[in-house]
C-alpha cells in the first residue's frame, strides 16, 4: 500500500502524481472497527469489481486533538496501526490529509473542489454520518449534491451489533469502564497497545513477577485502570502474560500517570530496548491498594494463574 501526504492546498507535486481514477473511502476512521471496515471493504469492494484502484483519505492528527476539544481522549489507532490495518484490508493507497489550523477552516466546498477533486474519484464511499468541512458544515447529502454528474456517492448504513451502533466513542468509553469484552467486539479484534521497553523500578524482579515497562509509542486511549490478560508480540511470535496498567497504589501515593507494565509466561530474555506490540484480551480485575507486599504477591499469582487459563482457553 502507498501512503501519500496531503496538505490544503493541495501540491502542484501532488497533482501531477495523482492517481487514475478510484474508488475512495473517507474519514478519520480512528478504530478502524467494524463500523468503519464496512465501509472501507465496500470502498475496496467495489474497485474490484470496476478493477480500478482503492484508496482512503483519513486524517493526521485528529481533528480534535487540533481544535482543543475537551472530550478528546488518545487514539484507538495511531496511525503506524491504521496503515498496517488498512494494508491488510487490501486498500491500494492511504492519503492522510495533515489536520491544522489552516485545514480546519476550509469551507465544504472549498474541500470538494480542492482536496476531493483533484484525486480523480470515480466514487467516493462514506458512512452515513459523515461531516466535512468547517465546523462539519458539509454532511452526505451535500457531498452527493456537489458531485452530481462529477463522481457518485455510495453511503453505508450504520453497523449495529445487539441493536447498538457501533462507534469510537462507545468503544472508548468500554475501554475506560472496563468492558474490554465490549470494545474488542465492536473493534473485530483485541485492542493493542505498542511500545519500548524502558527500565522501571525493578521491584516485580524482587517478588518473583519481572515486567516489562512499556513506553508507549503514541497517545493511546487509557483503559480502565487494572489487570489484564494480555498477549505480547515479540520475535515473530505471541506470548501469554498479564499486564498491570495504573498507579500501583500499594507502592506509591499520589501518582496520576499510569505505567504499563506486562509479565511474560515463561520467558526470561531481556527486553530492555525492544518494540511490543501488546493485545489486551481480558479484562481481570481494578487495580486496588493491598494491605501488604504478601497479599499483592498472592493476588498476583492468581491473576497469573487465571490469565493463562484463559489465553490457553483461547489455542
Known sequence: MKTVILSYPLSSEMLHERASSQIVAIGQFDGIHQGHTSVISSAVSLAKQKGIPSAVVTFNPHPKEVMGKGDYEGYLTPLANKQELLAGMGVDTMYVAQFDEVFSRVSPQDFFTGVLLPLNIDTVVVGFDFRYGYQGAGDVESLREMGLGIMDVEIISPFPLEGEKVSSSGIRKALQTGDLQQANEWLGRYYQLRGTVIEGEKRGRTIGFPTANLKLD??????????????????????????????????????IAPSYEVHLFHFNESLYGEHLTVELVHYLREERRFPSIQELITQIQVDAKLAEELLNALE
Open 218 to 255: 503514541d497517545r493511546y486511549v487509557v483503559p480502565a485502570k487494572g489487570v489484564y490478560a494480555v498477549r505480547a508480540f515479540y520475535n515473530d511470535g505471541w506470548i501469554s502474560g498479564v499486564m498491570n496498567i495504573g498507579v500501583k497504589p500499594t507502592f506509591h501515593e499520589g501518582v
